[in-house]
């Protein structure tokens, strides 16, 4: 028995169902109903619902019946042909898609390296691979500029519908980003035997990241920063060495805690305090109040500038941070100098003595 010869339309068919995941049947019932729309076009009067169409998907013959009757115009062949043919390109991009969208759901709060393709108004069209992303405003870095074929790593945030359906999104200014360059630029980290336990961020200019761990022999923010700085300083460079990055050990005692975090301020006091806030109490909720007495030669270190320091500290440990001025290590301090002029007053009567 002779062997069946497959036409080029049926074997176009197959290998685009192959490839691409596109069920035969699924492709072929589009395809009818694209023929139908197509005869619409010619014919405005008719009634779709009474005319059906069949296709051979052995030769692509597409015929047009109206109550089973053959009422396919002249030439209509043709057209129906590069109908099928757009239609099918049309599914091999949908379903292109949709396997790009479900490979970055599984991507979802990592970090990438992209490229930025252009603008679209306020926001950045961001080649990330496979396809394109989309970082809006609230992911931008504030003071960051950004440029035509700018390569960055970016963080994905999340996967939301838009107007022409689902869109990823890309961050910079994510917790996120931070923490995975961690992971990129510090073998301990990535390999767990050094946690993160704590990111507190203000995009473009500070960051505090809380680093622990609990194998001996490992020092968590020295594997951070790295010999000489260089595993900080490369991610400090990925923010153009705008951004500002303490790396501070986590404590499990809280008191500890929030001196190690307001770094570089030293020789603080921590005084805890639970206080009910008016807009927590209905809740049985407490907000926890730390104060802190600070040096007045370390005030200013405490704080930071325009407050950023102790308002970092403060998210990063959970506790609404107080400062003020230690008073008492301050007497402590001038109690040499009230001696010295106390000795210097005893001396001026034997000084008057010995001349006379």
Not at 84 to 92: M, S
Request: neutral net charge.
């Amino acid at each position: 028995m002779p062997a069946v010869q497959r036409s080029e339309f049926l074997l176009a068919l197959n290998q685009v169902a192959n490839e691409r995941g596109v069920d035969v049947e699924v492709v072929l019932d589009t395809v009818k109903n694209a023929i139908l729309a197509a005869y619409k076009k010619d014919h405005a009067d008719a009634e779709l619902e009474e005319y059906t169409a069949t296709l051979d998907k052995n030769t692509g013959e597409a015929t047009v019946l109206h109550k089973n009757k053959d009422v396919t115009p002249p030439g209509f062949g043709r057209i129906a042909a590069q109908t099928a043919r757009q239609v099918i390109l049309q599914k091999i991009r949908e379903k292109e898609k949709e396997a790009i969208i479900a490979d970055y759901k599984l991507r979802v709060g990592t970090i990438v390296n992209g490229m930025i393709l252009r603008f679209a108004g306020p926001n950045i069209i961001v080649d990330v691979g496979k396809t394109e992303a989309l970082m809006p405003i609230p992911e931008q870095i504030p003071n960051e500029k950004y440029h035509l074929n700018q390569r960055l790593a970016v963080y994905i945030s999340e996967i939301r519908a838009g107007l022409k359906g689902d869109e990823i999104i890309v961050s910079r200014a994510s917790n996120g980003l931070l923490e995975g360059l961690f992971k990129r630029e510090v073998p301990e980290v990535a390999k767990g035997s050094v946690v993160i336990k704590n990111i507190a961020r203000e995009p473009g200019a500070r960051s505090k990241v809380a680093v622990y761990s609990n194998q001996q022999g490992i020092d968590p923010v020295g594997s951070c920063v790295g010999q000489r700085g260089v595993r900080v300083q490369a991610i400090i460079q990925e923010f153009s060495g705008v951004e500002k990055i303490d790396i501070i050990q986590w404590q499990e005692n809280a008191k500890d805690y929030i001196a190690q975090a307001l770094s570089p301020a030293k020789n603080v006091r921590v005084e805890l305090d639970k206080k009910p806030s008016s807009a927590k109490a209905s809740e049985g909720q407490e907000e926890k109040i730390a104060h802190v007495f600070v040096p007045v030669e370390e005030l200013s270190l405490a704080i930071g500038r325009d407050g950023q320091n102790v308002r970092l500290a403060s998210k990063l440990t959970d506790y609404r941070i107080e400062i003020e001025e230690d008073k008492t290590i301050k007497k402590v301090s001038e109690e040499p100098k009230e001696t010295k002029e106390t000795e210097e007053k005893k001396e001026e009567p034997k000084k008057e003595k010995k001349t006379n």
